[in-house]
């Protein structure tokens, strides 16, 4: 037996641990193709030279060439990348290889005008030793309605999340919470719906402490720039001076702004402990 909980506890810490690192690497991966649109519009070839891969591709609308041509038309300015907008980005990880897809409006200079593009961005990256080298930069010209379906990571992204979330209420991290918590969110308990400051004011005090939340199952669905998660969990809070255990499926609702989530409804809805989310 304690065997076997001993293999179960090494089977989620290293799913746990590989979860968080490909978050990272994603993070890391989608800052490098941020500062590489920057160091395209700075014409910064040094930097270039040492992010391209020497036998690297760059597949244009007017053709495909190699690193030397690519450094060269931007540092000729004869394509002068000014502005790339980033709309959306995902990362994907296969061992140490990254593909990243952004779309994008560029605002390039060419033959002495600006033409506007709306672009989807596909980048492959690989790691070394020395880091990550680009591999390939393919532009495809898409309408501006373009969307990019996002990837199953969004959906660790957005679950992590919540699991955070159930861990700064239970240690009563009001900041962490505060940061998260929509402006406007609304806070749907058994005893009543309230707003943020209320929520926080409740979780500060200890006037309900939400300290255990046992998940047992999960499901999220995207729509855009919004993730509805479903969780259903055994929930102990003190209340009143008890400790109280019940079963809940709670709603959350994010909505993704400039730079993070933003949770904009926390529903708690009682329910059997027989119940099952459908997936």
Do not use: C
């Amino acid at each position: 037996m304690k065997k076997l909980l001993f293999g179960l506890f090494l089977i989620t810490f290293f799913g746990q641990w590989s979860f968080a690192q490909n978050l990272t690497i994603e993070q890391e991966v989608t800052q490098l193709s941020k500062d590489k649109w920057q160091w395209m519009a700075d014409k910064n070839v040094d930097k270039l030279a040492t992010l391209f891969h020497d036998q690297s591709k760059f597949v244009h609308m007017s053709g495909t060439w190699n690193k030397d041509r690519e450094l060269e038309i931007i540092e000729s300015g004869s394509i002068w990348y000014k502005q790339a907008d980033v709309h959306d980005v995902v990362v994907e990880i296969f061992e140490n290889t990254a593909v990243l897809w952004n779309r994008i409006t560029l605002v390039a200079h060419v033959r002495g005008n600006d033409v506007s593009n709306e672009f989807t961005v596909t980048e492959i990256y690989k790691k070394g030793a020395d880091g990550w080298k680009l591999l390939d930069l393919t532009f495809s010209k898409v309408r501006d309605t373009h969307k990019i379906a996002p990837n199953a990571n969004l959906k660790k992204e957005i679950i992590q999340l919540s699991k955070d979330k159930w861990q700064w209420m239970a240690d009563k991290n009001v900041d962490k919470l505060a940061t998260l918590f929509h402006d406007q969110s609304k806070f749907v308990h058994m005893s009543g719906t309230w707003n943020k400051d209320r929520e926080l004011e409740i979780i500060e005090t200890g006037s309900i402490w939400y300290k255990q939340a046992d998940v047992h199952d999960v499901t999220v669905e995207l729509f855009d720039d919004t993730a509805v998660l479903w969780n259903r969990i055994t929930l102990v809070a003190h209340v009143r001076g008890n400790d109280v255990s019940n079963e809940f499926t709670v709603t959350e609702i994010y909505k993704k702004g400039e730079s993070n989530w933003k949770l904009l409804d926390l529903t708690f809805s009682k329910v059997r402990d027989t119940h099952s989310i459908k997936h």
